[in-house]
């Protein structure tokens, strides 16, 4: 197996990556992903935060572009953020 690193610096991630390597069943993967992206979309910016909802609410409705856009002011306003 490769070494999974989390680049974000909550300590759970590490831990949650491995498991998820290791996971044998859906369900158990499928627990560990929530729980990591879980973790990936939270910031301490409540700013940040919004944006984030708004880019993932805009994904799931298929106003891609729009998605997109969104997302690139999270890039903008947090660049240190796992998904900035």
Do not use: C, Y
Not at 17 to 25: G, N, P, W
């Amino acid at each position: 197996m490769l070494p999974v690193r989390a680049d974000q610096t909550d300590a759970k991630l590490d831990d949650l990556l491995r498991q998820l390597q290791s996971a044998h069943e859906l369900e158990q993967s499928q627990f560990i992903d929530s729980r990591i992206w879980d973790i990936w979309h939270r910031h301490t910016d409540r700013q940040v935060d919004k944006t984030m909802a708004i880019g993932m609410l805009n994904m799931q409705q298929g106003a891609l572009r729009k998605s997109l856009a969104t997302d690139n002011k999270v890039v903008l306003i947090a660049t240190h953020f796992a998904e900035g």
